[in-house]
């Protein structure tokens, strides 16, 4: 989440008065002028696979603003500190994760997304094969495993039997019971019936991120450090991964088809399997 531990800045006043203070602040600084430094941070989306369920990893803001609600792990960048690091620490600080690849999502600094000042953050995605143990810390109350189709996440998604693809997929539907938008809850997502708000803007990131997941779906070899499944899999983990992610089923045929004629993945191991569905297979990546 966006930490508590705000930049001092105004909320008014004269742009000149300010400007005229700045400039004094800024005297003998090589290369610096008086214009807005808007404040910097780092939020990252980290999704796993639970059971038969797409999760994404929460944190609850123990300050204000949104003291309560669930957010993104994530805070301020310390000067002279490299985003990817930034990222990485604030996540390792809030929720124990370390060691998790991070790539970088992009960039999001709408006007009134932080009702602190002009803030900027870079999101961060990344996916866990296997559940990594999670632990509050720093400025998070709490930390949880959310079910994705919980989340209150905007565009809506298709209509169930609309058709869609990967590349167009728009976010799940989050539950169905009515909430009052914009009111936190301090229960755990788990204990709790209906849509998950989030705080600041971070539904539009992990909507922006999901995207992006389904961006690897469509072509799974191409990163490496982006891993959806272990490193020996059968068809089958594969087909069942795809259609918990997209939320919707496959044709078994077809699915299986354009992996074994697009050499998307070839045999993990030799001789063969006695049975085809026990047949072990690798992503065809260079090595």
Known sequence: ??????????????????????????????FSYAFPRPAVTCDAVVFTMRADDLAVLLVQRKDEPFRGRWALPGGYVNDNEPLDRAAARELAEETGITGAKLEQLGAFGDPGRDPRGHTITIAYVTFLVAEAKITAGDDAAAVEWVSFRRLALEPSPPAAGARSSARRAAAPPAGTAKTKRGAASRRSPARSSGPVHLAFDHAAIIACAYRRLCQHLDDPVRDRAFNLLPTRFTLADVQHFYEVVLGRALPQRTFRKRLLDQALVVPAAAPPAKKPAEQLYRWNRPR
């Not at 000149?16 to 800024?26: F, I, K, M, N, Y």
């Open 1 to 30: 989440m966006t930490g508590a531990r705000a930049p001092s800045r105004r909320s008014g006043g004269s742009v000149a008065v300010d400007g005229d203070r700045q400039e004094r602040s800024l005297r003998g600084v090589p």
